[in-house]
């Protein structure tokens, strides 16, 4: 199977020996975004909220990118530095997802990179329609 890397410089590049995404058939497979500005390369100021916006700015990049959007993504996997911050984070999730309702799970981890307090990374499907709400 051919892959094809997909990179977007409206989000931040890579931090790490990884790929912003990489595109299986009609599979795009993100890897993790922190609350990066890609702009300035730092962590956007305003805790959890501030910083889940800001990765949902940086998955939508790197799937326009990849000729898709939010509303192709089937499964997010979610890590927060503090579950007490869950029902901000849930409320932003919704507003960007709608009734698109990714598959999802949301855990609460140690550390992240650079000392964000959410990462998401996600799985889109791309074969029908891509981009299609």
Known sequence: MQREWIASEAAP??????SQAIKVGPWCILSGQIGL????????????????????RNLEAVLAAAGGGLADVVSCRVYLMDL?????????YEEAFGATRPARATVQVAGLPLSASVE???QAWLGNGAGAA
């Open 84 to 92: 007490g911050d869950f029902q901000v984070f849930n409320g932003i």
């Open 37 to 56: 500005d890609p702009a300035s390369g730092k962590m956007v100021e305003g805790g959890i909220e501030a910083q889940t916006r800001q990765v949902l």
């Open 13 to 18: 590049a890579a931090i790490g020996p990884y």
């Open 120 to 122: 998401i990374e996600a």
